[in-house]
């Protein structure tokens, strides 16, 4: 277990559950249900959703999926974004949307959705620059004061920004993508959330599923499936970036384990107020990122997967030009 913020106690490795309805092809809704049950039974108690995810089939997923379990689990949700009726998917986020009247009325929106009475732990999805964080913020603070939150995060955001949120009201945990092959967050961000007392939530610790070592082509996706249009996954960079995830390959049977659990090992190691929230959609893999947090990795260890899979060596860029923003994970 471990913490986020002051007030939020989680399981070790949580549960990232877009894609079981958004960007990654989705999922029949009964077999979503009965991983959701299963992470319950492993001991999983973070579930990450968001608004968008669908849009707002996810959180409708989500919430009906735990409510037999409301008082064991921390539902966290995201809200932020544009979302334009009548689209589906990455298409339906048109902009972000920081304003306090906007992020009161998608919070209730999202409450209705997760047929919750308090959502445990509310993200603002992305800052809008048009914006002051400290309103965004401080709409978020009133609705912990009003009982329909309980704790408040950010995603993808500065260290300067962290701190300027954190001036108005408690930050319980920051979310952004971290990984061997995404290391942004390294430096002054992870300082400030270890100074602050700010639980970090790495999303796509696994690489958007790249480090386990099943994807080799764009063919290995499904149709519509978004990571499809990012550049790390065209036919050559994939083809490139393979090698490395081999060497991954080869140290995880070195050490007993698979190369999706020693790449989440390695985040998880990186610090004990860090809590990443890989995808599952297939019980096996469920089951094997829980196990993951059993896995001790030594600091030489821990420094010779960063080095070998430093992500100079993968080639491709996270995002395309345009759309970097409407990522929805």
């Known amino acids: 277990m471990r913490k986020l ?27 979503a249900i009965r991983t959701l049950h299963h992470a319950v039974d492993l001991g999983v108690t973070l579930f990450d959703t968001a608004e968008v995810y669908g849009p707002f089939e996810n959180e409708i997923l989500v919430g009906k999926a735990l409510k037999p379990y409301r008082g064991k689990v921390v539902i966290a949700t995201k809200v932020g974004f544009r979302i334009d009726a009548g689209k589906t998917g990455v298409a339906a986020m048109s902009g972000v949307d920081g304003r306090p009247e906007h992020v009161r009325a998608a919070t209730e929106a999202s409450l209705q959705r997760l047929g919750i009475e308090a959502i445990d732990l509310l993200y603002q999805h992305r800052l809008d620059p048009q914006v002051p964080v400290e309103e965004t913020v401080g709409a ?10 309980r704790a408040i995060g950010l995603s993808e955001t500065g260290a300067d920004m962290i701190r300027r949120a954190h001036a108005v009201h408690p930050i319980a945990a920051l979310q952004s993508e971290y990984s061997l092959w995404t290391r942004n ?6 300082d400030a959330c270890r100074e602050l007392g700010i639980g970090f939530v790495p999303f796509s610790p696994l ?10 082509k764009p063919e290995d996706f499904e149709a519509g499936d978004f990571r499809r249009t990012l550049p790390r996954f065209s036919p050559e960079n994939m083809a490139s970036n393979a090698a490395l995830v ?23 190691n990186q610090g004990d107020f860090i809590v990443p929230i890989p995808g599952a959609r297939k019980i096996g893999h469920l089951e094997q990122n829980v196990a993951a947090a059993n896995i001790a990795l030594t600091p030489a260890e821990r420094e010779t997967l960063g080095i070998l899979l430093a992500p100079e060596k993968f080639a491709g860029t996270r995002y395309g030009a345009t759309g970097a923003w409407v990522s929805g994970r």
């Open 5 to 31: 913020g002051s007030d939020l106690t989680v399981s070790a490795v949580g549960l990232g559950c877009m894609g079981m309805s958004h960007a990654y092809g989705g999922q029949d809704e009964a077999d």
């Open 185 to 190: 967050p390294e430096g002054e961000i992870l």
């Open 246 to 268: 081999r060497l991954l390959e080869e140290m995880a049977a070195d050490k007993g384990v698979s190369a999706a659990q020693l790449a989440l090992a390695w985040v998880i």
């Open 207 to 216: 690489g958007r599923g790249f480090l386990t070592g099943k994807l080799q």
């Open 140 to 149: 978020m603070a009133d609705l912990v004061a009003a009982g329909k939150v």
